[in-house]
């Protein structure tokens, strides 16, 4: 039996999506073709339409990045003894 599409799958129009991350509606549609958001053209006239869950993965996708981003820059502002714990601290903050 083929699976059916989940029924709690939300499907949000390009404005709703834009006003909540706060982007322009073409920035939206360009997320969708670079495959970073979930969507697909339906109906006659076409008019695209984007999955509510993967707005969320994109915003979970985009709080690693920052994360990652500070810890990146954490690392490169921190020296050698500090992350060993052994030696002594050459210049201070």
């Known amino acids: 039996m083929p699976e059916?599409?989940?029924e709690d799958v939300r499907m949000?129009?390009?404005a709703q999506v834009a006003d909540a991350l706060q982007l322009d509606v073409d920035e939206v549609v360009a997320l969708v073709v670079d495959g970073r958001l979930r969507g697909a053209k339906v109906g006659r006239p076409a008019r695209w339409r984007i999955e509510a869950p993967s707005v969320e993965a994109y915003l979970d996708d985009q709080?690693?990045?920052?994360r990652r981003f500070a810890l990146w820059r954490e690392s490169n502002a921190a020296s050698f003894p500090e992350l060993w714990g052994r030696g002594t601290v050459r210049n201070p903050d």
């Open 63 to 66: 709080a690693e990045e920052a």
């Open 4 to 6: 059916t599409p989940a």
């Open 12 to 14: 949000l129009a390009p």
